[in-house]
T-cell receptor, first 110, second 116 residues
Framework: GQQVMQIPQYQHVQEGEDFTTYCNSSTTLSNIQWYKQRPGGHPVFLIQLVKSGEVKKQKRLTFQFGEAKKNSSLHITATQTTDVGTYFCAGPNTGNQFYFGTGTSLTVIP | DAGVTQSPTHLIKTRGQHVTLRCSPISGHKSVSWYQQVLGQGPQFIFQYYEKEERGRGNFPDRFSARQFPNYSSELNVNALLLGDSALYLC???????????????FGPGTRLTVL
């Protein structure tokens, strides 16, 4: 079956350092979404990328969708304590199923 | 406007029992999806419903079923509960575009199910 893997699984950074999580799908995705889930909370939508090679920015966050539409990345510049949480990539397959990645848990040390 | 609401927030059941979880989508959203999230893992897709019809189904056994009502609210039913069904069950609503194209999803707070 389809797999969506993310690396790293965990990341600890000092406040102010940058952070990147990478997402790889075993199959081509028509689009990719990113969600953030705070500890004890529910996933919150961040962004959706649709086009091959697309890059989108939201303040300190930069999202990329790979040329082959099988991988994506999220980069956070100058992390803050409010960035703490688990970041998931997610996307649909051709069978109308929606797959979440394994997630990257970010800890920011003040 | 209220966000996605789910009930109950917590539930404790024993093996073999049946459970019904409920979800009310954001006003104007006609699509509801259900996910199971085991501690430390990403959400696993169970179902998507739109206009009372199942539009997508994940790799879950037939013990899992769902339905959507005319007001677009939804129920998830799980029969013959197993210990492994213990998880956070999330409901998400969205504007439905077309089959295979998932739009931005708004998640509810979830129902924490514990099976003893």
């Amino acid at each position: 079956g389809q797999q969506v893997m993310q690396i790293p699984q965990y990341q600890h950074v000092q406040e102010g350092e940058d952070f990147t999580t990478y997402c790889n799908s075993s199959t081509t995705l028509s689009n990719i979404q990113w969600y953030k889930q705070r500890p004890g909370g529910h996933p919150v939508f961040l962004i959706q990328l649709v086009k091959s090679g697309e890059v989108k920015k939201q303040k300190r966050l930069t999202f990329q969708f790979g040329e082959a539409k099988k991988n994506s990345s999220l980069h956070i510049t100058a992390t803050q304590t409010t960035d703490v949480g688990t970041y998931f990539c997610a996307g649909p397959n051709t069978g109308n199923q929606f797959y979440f990645g394994t997630g990257t848990s970010l800890t920011v040390i003040p | 406007d209220a966000g996605v609401t789910q009930s109950p927030t917590h539930l404790i059941k024993t093996r073999g029992q049946h459970v019904t979880l409920r979800c009310s989508p954001i006003s104007g959203h006609k699509s509801v999806s259900w996910y199971q999230q085991v501690l430390g893992q990403g959400p696993q897709f169970i179902f998507q419903y739109y206009e009372k019809e199942e539009r997508g189904r994940g790799n879950f056994p037939d013990r899992f079923s769902a339905r959507q009502f005319p007001n677009y609210s939804s129920e998830l039913n799980v029969n013959a509960l197993l210990l492994g069904d213990s998880a956070l069950y999330l409901c998400a609503s969205s504007l439905y575009l077309r089959a295979g194209l998932f739009n931005e999803q708004f998640f509810g707070p979830g129902t924490r199910l514990t099976v003893l």
